[in-house]
């Protein structure tokens, strides 16, 4: 699928080979508006991975106060945290107004609206904008389209309460579709997909502005920002064939972008596998093939601010 490596609430629009990632103006060029019915389906799709992510950071986070998404993108995980913690404020912030009036419009359809905002503006510095510190910070695949994640970890941290945790999802495993071997093309495909999308991810970092190299070791990361960091966890997200049709659709839309995104870098007989994934037409297609699953993991990383 198509990773330009995450940054909202999913990989795939951003990945790949399945990623997340929204509009905060991470330097690259997607066009995160334009991308929002994808973004939108991979979260969903990826949601009950998110809610026990969610159930995890709610041992340690028992009556947040105020949450803040951020790099929400449109806003499906900030509407989830809404519902999880009854007794919160949710601010989603993102730097792409288009994606934040989906996610208003997601609050207003869930119910959730009057307790929750959203703040437009380049992270880390638009959080500055916040009323007040926050109990839980949430930042899903967005560090990562920042320069100096470093320093973006040490403000994220300035801005939680006494007490109040961090918790930032990145790493975890590729999403997986197809079998090895799906009858057509070479077998490994999705494996050659994610060392395109390896390749994007590396340039992407290297060309945002301020860009630091930095060894990913997330807890390290953490406690050089002065936090505590209190627990690592991934969280499977297991959905066996046969899929519901919407999650076939949510494939379908991830490895057409998946297509577009990486064209110049795959074989001719890559581009034929995946034009025959995606073309209704074909029997061997993603649409029709009775194999399709979605398998992956996602690392949730937490640490809090000492009292």
Known sequence: MTHDHHGHEGHAAHHGHGGQGH???HGDDVDWAAMVALLEAEAEVHSPAYARALAWL????????????????????ACLMAETFPGARVVAADGSAPL????????????VADRFDTLV???????????????????????HHLGDQKAALGAFAARLAPGGTLAILEGGLPNRYLPRDIGFGRPGLQARLDAAQEERFARMRAELPGAVAETEDWPALLAA???KHTGTRSFLLDVPAPVPDRVRAFVVAALTRAREVHADVLDAEDRAALDRLVDPADPGSLH???????????????????V
Request: hydrophobic share 40%.
């Open 58 to 77: 709610g041992k340690e986070v028992t009556e947040p106060g105020l949450i803040v998404d951020a790099g929400s993108g449109p806003g499906v995980i």
């Open 225 to 227: 920002a002065g936090l």
């Open 121 to 143: 503006g380049e992270l880390p510095e638009s959080l500055r904008e916040l009323e007040y510190p926050a109990d839980l910070l949430w930042a899903s695949r967005s560090l």
């Open 23 to 25: 509009g905060h103006g």
């Open 100 to 111: 934040l009036e989906h996610a208003r419009a997601r609050a207003a359809r869930q119910g």
């Open 288 to 306: 029709r093939r009775p194999d399709v699953f979605v398998l992956t993991a996602h690392t949730v990383h937490r640490a809090v601010r000492p």
